[in-house]
Protein backbone atom coordinates (compact mmCIF):
# COMPACT_ATOMS: atom_id res chain seq x y z
CA UNK A 1 0.00 0.00 0.00
CA UNK A 2 1.12 3.53 -0.76
CA UNK A 3 0.92 6.66 1.33
CA UNK A 4 0.58 10.28 -0.19
CA UNK A 5 0.69 13.84 1.61
CA UNK A 6 -1.05 16.37 0.67
CA UNK A 7 0.01 20.02 1.74
CA UNK A 8 -2.98 22.08 1.67
CA UNK A 9 -1.47 24.71 4.31
CA UNK A 10 1.14 27.35 3.94
CA UNK A 11 0.88 29.45 6.92
CA UNK A 12 4.26 28.89 8.96
CA UNK A 13 6.17 30.17 11.41
CA UNK A 14 8.44 32.90 10.47
CA UNK A 15 5.23 34.40 8.04
CA UNK A 16 6.44 34.52 4.27
CA UNK A 17 10.01 34.95 4.59
CA UNK A 18 10.22 31.58 5.73
CA UNK A 19 7.48 30.19 3.78
CA UNK A 20 9.63 28.70 1.25
CA UNK A 21 12.41 26.55 3.25
CA UNK A 22 9.80 25.72 5.32
CA UNK A 23 8.11 24.10 2.53
CA UNK A 24 11.05 22.66 0.97
CA UNK A 25 11.93 21.19 4.26
CA UNK A 26 8.44 19.50 4.58
CA UNK A 27 8.85 17.83 1.04
CA UNK A 28 12.18 16.59 1.83
CA UNK A 29 11.23 14.62 4.92
CA UNK A 30 8.41 13.48 3.33
CA UNK A 31 10.69 11.74 0.41
CA UNK A 32 12.85 10.95 3.06
CA UNK A 33 10.69 9.02 5.52
CA UNK A 34 9.17 7.05 2.63
CA UNK A 35 6.08 8.58 1.21
CA UNK A 36 5.43 7.88 -2.22
CA UNK A 37 3.64 11.41 -3.30
CA UNK A 38 3.25 14.53 -2.38
CA UNK A 39 0.29 16.98 -3.45
CA UNK A 40 -0.79 20.37 -2.91
CA UNK A 41 -4.44 21.85 -3.52
CA UNK A 42 -5.54 24.11 -6.49
CA UNK A 43 -6.94 26.96 -4.97
CA UNK A 44 -5.86 30.67 -4.54
CA UNK A 45 -7.73 31.87 -0.99
CA UNK A 46 -7.71 29.15 1.66
CA UNK A 47 -11.03 27.32 1.52
CA UNK A 48 -13.17 27.14 4.45
CA UNK A 49 -12.65 23.39 5.54
CA UNK A 50 -9.09 24.35 6.74
CA UNK A 51 -8.97 28.44 7.62
CA UNK A 52 -10.17 31.62 7.09
CA UNK A 53 -9.75 32.52 3.34
CA UNK A 54 -6.86 35.27 3.61
CA UNK A 55 -4.58 32.64 5.05
CA UNK A 56 -1.42 31.99 3.04
CA UNK A 57 -1.63 30.10 -0.12
CA UNK A 58 0.62 28.92 -2.93
CA UNK A 59 -0.68 28.49 -6.89
CA UNK A 60 -0.39 24.61 -6.83
CA UNK A 61 2.07 24.03 -10.26
CA UNK A 62 4.92 26.74 -8.81
CA UNK A 63 4.62 25.34 -5.70
CA UNK A 64 4.98 21.19 -7.24
CA UNK A 65 8.05 22.67 -9.70
CA UNK A 66 9.70 23.59 -6.63
CA UNK A 67 9.22 20.60 -5.09
CA UNK A 68 10.54 18.61 -7.67
CA UNK A 69 13.70 20.39 -7.35
CA UNK A 70 14.11 19.58 -4.30
CA UNK A 71 12.88 15.69 -4.67
CA UNK A 72 14.31 13.32 -6.71
CA UNK A 73 11.67 10.24 -6.00
CA UNK A 74 8.51 10.92 -4.50
CA UNK A 75 5.71 11.50 -7.44
CA UNK A 76 3.82 14.87 -7.45
CA UNK A 77 0.50 15.55 -8.21
CA UNK A 78 -2.66 18.60 -7.74
CA UNK A 79 -5.39 17.41 -5.62
CA UNK A 80 -7.08 18.26 -8.28
CA UNK A 81 -6.76 20.87 -10.57
CA UNK A 82 -10.28 23.09 -11.73
CA UNK A 83 -10.42 22.62 -15.02
CA UNK A 84 -11.31 26.81 -15.12
CA UNK A 85 -7.91 27.70 -14.05
CA UNK A 86 -6.41 27.75 -17.17
CA UNK A 87 -6.88 27.74 -20.70
CA UNK A 88 -6.78 23.60 -21.08
CA UNK A 89 -4.09 23.27 -23.27
CA UNK A 90 -2.03 25.53 -21.71
CA UNK A 91 -2.49 22.81 -18.51
CA UNK A 92 -1.41 19.80 -20.37
CA UNK A 93 1.56 21.41 -21.29
CA UNK A 94 2.10 22.68 -17.70
CA UNK A 95 1.58 19.16 -16.48
CA UNK A 96 4.13 17.85 -19.21
CA UNK A 97 6.54 20.16 -17.90
CA UNK A 98 6.19 19.25 -14.48
CA UNK A 99 7.00 15.41 -15.86
CA UNK A 100 9.82 16.23 -17.64
CA UNK A 101 11.70 18.52 -15.27
CA UNK A 102 10.61 15.49 -12.12
CA UNK A 103 11.97 12.95 -14.84
CA UNK A 104 8.55 11.58 -15.21
CA UNK A 105 6.92 12.11 -11.48
CA UNK A 106 4.09 13.91 -11.95
CA UNK A 107 0.56 13.17 -11.66
CA UNK A 108 -2.56 14.57 -13.49
CA UNK A 109 -5.18 15.21 -11.22
CA UNK A 110 -8.00 17.19 -12.63
CA UNK A 111 -11.86 18.12 -11.52
CA UNK A 112 -14.80 20.83 -12.75
CA UNK A 113 -13.80 23.10 -10.01
CA UNK A 114 -16.11 24.18 -7.56
CA UNK A 115 -15.10 27.42 -5.62
CA UNK A 116 -17.36 30.38 -6.99
CA UNK A 117 -15.87 32.88 -4.31
CA UNK A 118 -12.37 32.38 -5.87
CA UNK A 119 -13.25 32.18 -9.47
CA UNK A 120 -15.35 35.88 -9.17
CA UNK A 121 -12.46 37.47 -6.83
CA UNK A 122 -10.05 36.79 -9.39
CA UNK A 123 -12.07 37.14 -12.60
CA UNK A 124 -11.87 34.01 -13.34
CA UNK A 125 -15.13 32.79 -15.75
CA UNK A 126 -17.23 30.44 -13.51
CA UNK A 127 -19.32 28.42 -16.04
CA UNK A 128 -22.53 26.21 -15.05
CA UNK A 129 -21.91 23.06 -13.66
CA UNK A 130 -22.57 21.11 -16.90
CA UNK A 131 -20.31 22.93 -18.86
CA UNK A 132 -17.53 22.68 -16.91
CA UNK A 133 -18.38 18.97 -16.56
CA UNK A 134 -18.12 19.01 -20.49
CA UNK A 135 -14.90 21.05 -20.58
CA UNK A 136 -13.65 18.33 -18.58
CA UNK A 137 -14.80 15.31 -20.71
CA UNK A 138 -13.17 17.47 -23.53
CA UNK A 139 -10.03 18.40 -21.40
CA UNK A 140 -9.33 14.52 -20.88
CA UNK A 141 -10.16 13.99 -24.34
CA UNK A 142 -7.56 16.87 -26.05
CA UNK A 143 -4.73 15.69 -23.22
CA UNK A 144 -4.62 12.09 -24.56
CA UNK A 145 -4.39 13.47 -28.11
CA UNK A 146 -1.56 16.07 -27.19
CA UNK A 147 0.05 12.92 -25.16
CA UNK A 148 -0.17 10.64 -28.03
CA UNK A 149 2.08 13.17 -29.74
CA UNK A 150 -0.84 13.56 -32.02
CA UNK A 151 -0.15 17.27 -33.96
CA UNK A 152 -3.50 18.11 -34.99
CA UNK A 153 -6.74 20.13 -34.63
CA UNK A 154 -9.00 19.05 -31.72
CA UNK A 155 -12.41 20.35 -32.12
CA UNK A 156 -14.70 20.10 -29.35
CA UNK A 157 -18.39 21.76 -28.16
CA UNK A 158 -15.97 24.24 -25.72
CA UNK A 159 -12.18 23.88 -26.77
CA UNK A 160 -11.19 24.43 -30.43
CA UNK A 161 -7.94 23.84 -30.80
CA UNK A 162 -5.49 24.17 -34.04
CA UNK A 163 -2.66 22.71 -33.39
CA UNK A 164 -2.03 19.97 -30.58
CA UNK A 165 1.93 20.61 -30.46
CA UNK A 166 3.38 19.54 -27.18
CA UNK A 167 6.95 19.05 -27.36
CA UNK A 168 8.80 17.15 -25.53
CA UNK A 169 6.06 15.36 -24.81
CA UNK A 170 5.85 13.52 -20.73
CA UNK A 171 8.69 11.30 -20.10
CA UNK A 172 5.93 8.53 -18.02
CA UNK A 173 4.72 6.16 -20.46
CA UNK A 174 1.93 6.93 -22.11
CA UNK A 175 1.10 9.94 -19.59
CA UNK A 176 1.05 10.91 -16.33
CA UNK A 177 -1.47 8.97 -14.49
CA UNK A 178 -5.12 11.05 -14.64
CA UNK A 179 -6.62 11.41 -11.04
CA UNK A 180 -10.33 12.82 -11.51
CA UNK A 181 -11.22 14.12 -8.44
CA UNK A 182 -14.67 13.64 -6.93
CA UNK A 183 -17.36 11.37 -6.28
CA UNK A 184 -20.60 11.86 -8.83
CA UNK A 185 -22.00 8.37 -9.53
CA UNK A 186 -22.99 9.67 -12.65
CA UNK A 187 -20.88 11.85 -14.43
CA UNK A 188 -17.34 11.82 -12.64
CA UNK A 189 -17.14 8.38 -12.22
CA UNK A 190 -18.41 7.90 -15.91
CA UNK A 191 -15.07 9.91 -16.77
CA UNK A 192 -12.64 8.15 -14.54
CA UNK A 193 -14.19 4.60 -16.10
CA UNK A 194 -13.64 6.07 -19.32
CA UNK A 195 -10.73 8.44 -18.82
CA UNK A 196 -9.04 7.97 -15.74
CA UNK A 197 -6.21 6.12 -13.78
CA UNK A 198 -7.31 6.94 -10.19
CA UNK A 199 -9.90 7.94 -8.14
CA UNK A 200 -10.10 9.88 -4.98
CA UNK A 201 -12.61 9.54 -2.12
CA UNK A 202 -13.14 11.35 0.90
CA UNK A 203 -12.55 9.31 4.42
CA UNK A 204 -14.39 11.44 6.74
CA UNK A 205 -17.83 9.87 5.41
CA UNK A 206 -15.91 6.45 6.93
CA UNK A 207 -15.75 2.85 5.74
CA UNK A 208 -18.74 2.06 4.50
CA UNK A 209 -19.08 5.29 2.03
CA UNK A 210 -15.74 4.30 0.37
CA UNK A 211 -16.63 0.81 0.06
CA UNK A 212 -19.92 1.74 -1.95
CA UNK A 213 -18.11 4.54 -3.87
CA UNK A 214 -16.00 1.79 -4.82
CA UNK A 215 -18.53 -0.42 -5.88
CA UNK A 216 -19.98 2.21 -7.82
CA UNK A 217 -17.47 2.78 -9.84
CA UNK A 218 -16.65 -0.76 -10.52
CA UNK A 219 -19.75 -0.70 -12.08
CA UNK A 220 -19.05 1.95 -14.58
CA UNK A 221 -15.76 -0.15 -15.30
CA UNK A 222 -17.88 -3.15 -16.23
CA UNK A 223 -20.19 -0.45 -18.06
CA UNK A 224 -17.63 0.62 -20.64
CA UNK A 225 -15.49 -2.54 -20.43
CA UNK A 226 -12.48 -1.18 -18.38
CA UNK A 227 -10.93 -3.32 -16.26
CA UNK A 228 -11.40 -2.50 -12.56
CA UNK A 229 -7.89 -3.35 -11.60
CA UNK A 230 -6.75 -0.41 -13.88
CA UNK A 231 -8.65 2.03 -11.71
CA UNK A 232 -6.03 3.29 -8.77
CA UNK A 233 -7.98 3.69 -5.55
CA UNK A 234 -6.78 6.43 -3.37
CA UNK A 235 -8.72 7.94 -0.22
CA UNK A 236 -7.56 11.70 1.28
CA UNK A 237 -7.90 12.29 5.03
CA UNK A 238 -6.22 14.49 7.68
CA UNK A 239 -4.64 13.00 10.85
CA UNK A 240 -2.18 13.54 13.72
CA UNK A 241 0.09 11.04 14.88
CA UNK A 242 2.27 11.22 17.71
CA UNK A 243 4.78 8.23 19.61
CA UNK A 244 2.72 8.55 22.36
CA UNK A 245 -1.22 9.27 20.87
CA UNK A 246 -1.34 13.01 22.75
CA UNK A 247 -1.16 15.95 21.33
CA UNK A 248 2.16 18.23 21.44
CA UNK A 249 2.10 20.82 23.47
CA UNK A 250 -0.27 24.18 22.34
CA UNK A 251 -2.04 21.99 20.13
CA UNK A 252 -5.44 24.04 19.67
CA UNK A 253 -8.58 21.72 19.36
CA UNK A 254 -8.80 19.22 16.78
CA UNK A 255 -11.15 17.93 14.70
CA UNK A 256 -10.25 14.10 14.93
CA UNK A 257 -8.63 12.26 17.81
CA UNK A 258 -5.19 12.22 17.81
CA UNK A 259 -3.43 8.48 17.06
CA UNK A 260 -0.32 6.72 17.98
CA UNK A 261 1.15 4.44 15.28
CA UNK A 262 -0.66 1.26 15.76
CA UNK A 263 -3.11 2.92 15.47
CA UNK A 264 -2.30 4.84 12.15
CA UNK A 265 -1.54 0.98 11.21
CA UNK A 266 -4.40 -0.37 11.93
CA UNK A 267 -6.80 2.31 9.97
CA UNK A 268 -4.43 1.64 7.09
CA UNK A 269 -5.16 -1.80 7.26
CA UNK A 270 -8.25 -1.48 7.09
CA UNK A 271 -8.49 1.17 3.92
CA UNK A 272 -6.24 -1.72 2.60
CA UNK A 273 -9.32 -4.21 3.22
CA UNK A 274 -12.11 -2.41 1.03
CA UNK A 275 -9.49 -1.76 -2.22
CA UNK A 276 -7.33 1.68 -0.80
CA UNK A 277 -4.23 1.50 -3.24
CA UNK A 278 -2.99 4.35 -1.99
CA UNK A 279 -3.71 6.56 1.45
CA UNK A 280 -3.57 10.21 0.98
CA UNK A 281 -3.84 12.57 4.07
CA UNK A 282 -3.12 15.96 4.92
CA UNK A 283 -0.60 15.57 8.18
CA UNK A 284 -1.74 18.49 10.48
CA UNK A 285 1.98 18.77 12.25
CA UNK A 286 4.07 18.47 8.58
CA UNK A 287 5.59 22.04 9.91
CA UNK A 288 6.73 20.37 12.81
CA UNK A 289 10.64 19.73 12.73
CA UNK A 290 10.15 15.72 14.31
CA UNK A 291 7.10 15.33 12.91
CA UNK A 292 8.16 12.79 10.37
CA UNK A 293 10.31 10.19 12.82
CA UNK A 294 7.48 8.22 13.66
CA UNK A 295 6.32 7.76 9.79
CA UNK A 296 9.58 7.35 9.01
CA UNK A 297 10.45 4.47 11.84
CA UNK A 298 7.06 2.68 12.53
CA UNK A 299 4.39 3.89 10.20
CA UNK A 300 5.73 3.73 6.36
CA UNK A 301 7.86 0.59 6.69
CA UNK A 302 5.03 -1.09 8.17
CA UNK A 303 2.13 0.01 5.28
CA UNK A 304 4.23 -1.01 2.71
CA UNK A 305 3.84 -4.36 3.91
CA UNK A 306 -0.11 -4.21 2.86
CA UNK A 307 -1.48 -5.41 0.30
CA UNK A 308 -4.62 -4.10 -1.11
CA UNK A 309 -7.25 -6.19 -1.42
CA UNK A 310 -7.65 -7.09 -4.96
CA UNK A 311 -3.94 -6.87 -5.64
Known amino acids: MKLGLQIPIFTYPGGPEKLGETFGRIVQNAEAAG ?3 IWV ?19 GYSALSYAAALTKRVKLGVMVTGITYRYPGILVNTVTTLDVLSAGRAYFGVGAAWNE ?14 DRFEILEETLQMALQMWRGEVAPFEGKHLHLAETLNVPNTLQPPHPPIVIGGTG ?15 NIFVWQGLDFIRQKYDVLHQR ?15 LGAMLVTP ?34 QAIFIM ?19 VHKIVPAGR
Open 35 to 37: FDS
Open 41 to 59: MDHFFQIGSIGPKEMDMLE
Open 117 to 130: EEHLGLGVPYPPLK
Open 185 to 199: EEKTFRLIAKYGDAC
Open 221 to 235: CDEVGRPWSEIEKTT
Open 244 to 277: DGQPPPGTPPLPMPVQTPSQAIEGFHQLAEIGTD
Open 284 to 302: LNAAAPDAFEVWANEIIPA
